[in-house]
């Protein structure tokens, strides 16, 4: 017997040892702690241990170099992202000594408090600042946000009560504050969001009050020596029921002064554009978080501007003082208004809001229909335009033309020299006069400002009538065909508004080239096609199409895309015809527009000449032959019908037999 091997597998399953120690550690989600594993070297060699981490949210060196009898700490770092109890391991390996290792019990309590910048806003205003969370795990947190004091702190979401925090994102939540009295009071809160993989997330929130400052300006605009009205509406942002009085000034003065005793020391001017509307302006009732609504009309009675104070105060039904504490930021404005007047320990009898009030009159409309400026497109035209402003001065005067046009004067014809100021191109007046053009949609404006540009050149005034002529300098450039009626809107510094009507039109240019196309045949497609760049360094949106009445035996390809940019080979537009009919003269006009530029042509179709068909007959039979009537017997259908016993088959009532009997020979 020959011999013979016998091979075995051996599975060697390995048990970790015990661990070398329990360790704990706790933390709060959303931070991080450290705890430091001491680790010798007890032989006279250098050793290297591969490291390995297990559990969520452990993190550490993965290897460890120590030299011959060396003592190291090991730093674990710990940074759970959600709250629960979970076990993880620390092991050392080595090839010389083994292997060695910890066990971790890890335990995540809900996030501590996160204590929020202090917040500052004036009573009645309110400011926002943000809060930052942040989802470091592979799962979608849900959270729910609640505060403590809704009446001071608003978080602002959009959709309903839920936050959705997407894995490892950030997102910011705004938090609103608006103060119910001066200085800090109760402006605390706490802002929680709450969610089961973190608990409660909590953060503190905190706001100090401060004194109004005066409001940014209410404009309110009216033509010449008409009214219009307007409502400042005042709430009050105190929780508590108040006194209410209104006073209006046009005594501008008292915004940087004091305004202690205004009502007594001061009273709207008879003569003044304004008039407060209320019937009872002082002890008005408000209850907390009420609105009350000041009505003023505005009525302008010359061309300048109007300016007037508007001051609401409030005061306590018990007549008790306001507690004030001053602003943490010492720059800000009008943090000290009451420094020189107020006892901080005893408070203010009042707080107050200004509104600053400007009433800008307009002149009257025109009523003719402006100036019109016209030329064909992809041409320049350059033209003088002058308006006339009335109410500029106490005086003015009747019978002239508000708005027109002239071409630009030669030098031999110029008009005398008047007073007035002429500016090189690009500057202005010394800035008496501001000047823009009103469009009627965004559409227009982006048809029109690469077109139209409007300089002033000139200013005069007449000495006599006191009529204010402004000389425009006008260059219109269109590119495409457009009619838009505008407004030029001229504000002067003094606070008047003219506003004049112009027409700017192009009509239909040139035609750019005449394109003839030979057809092969009817029914039969003959094409033609030529390059087309746009008139930017960029690529350009096209639209093409053929004007109303053109042949729809002509089509174009592509009839929308980009044109390539200027200096490049261009777009290939293709052209197609393809007739139907002979003898029909084919006519077409093709656009091809952009958004700046206007391309047109006139394409003729042409067929091939028609040439008849031509063709010969059989060769005749040899005759003579005899004429038709001789060619066989001529029949008598009226008695061969006279023969007939029954009806035929063609009659309704088929074999019926005919009525009596005819004698032939009677025939």
Known sequence: MKGYRVWYSVEVQSLK???????????PAQSATVMEVEIINPTTE?????????GDGLRGESELSLTAGQKKMYQLVYSPAVIGKSNGSLIFQNKVVGEFWYKLNL????????VLPHMECELG??????VTLSNPTEETLELIPSCSNTNNFTIDIEYDNKIVLAPNSTIEVPLQFMPSSLGQSNHTAKVAFTCHQLGEWVFIASGTGLTPAPLDPVSVSATLHSNTSLLIPFRNPTNETVFVDVVLTDNTDFLHANLDHLEERNQINPDSAFCLLLKHSTNIQLGPKATLDVPFTFVPGNMRLHEALCVVSIRRIDNSDWLYEMPVDPNHPYGRRYADKADYRSGMKQIRWIYPIHGIPESLPVIDQGAKISCQARSRIEEYLEVSLTGAVPSSATGYRPIRTRSITPEDLQRSKTEGVIVGEGNKITEEFSYRLIYGSEEEEAGMKHSVSLTLVKKVRDKLTGIVN???NVIYAPFKVMRYDVQLCITATTGGVWRFPVTFQATEAIVDDVITIESVGLNRESSVGFRLTSQRKHPTLFNAYFVAGSDQEFSVAPQTGELQPLGTKGTLIQLAFTPKVYGKNYQAKLVIQTSDMQWTYNLIGTTPEYTPPSGQSQKPIAGPHNAPLKRGKHRNFVRDNLQLTTTAVSSPVKGAPILGNINLSDI
């Open 46 to 54: 250098h050793l290297t241990f591969d490291i390995l981490i297990e």
């Open 107 to 114: 335990s995540s309590k809900s996030p501590g408090p996160t």
């Open 125 to 130: 205003k309110w400011s926002r600042q943000f």
């Open 17 to 27: 040892p015990p661990p070398e120690k329990i360790l704990s550690i706790s933390c």
């Open 470 to 472: 402004l000389v425009f």
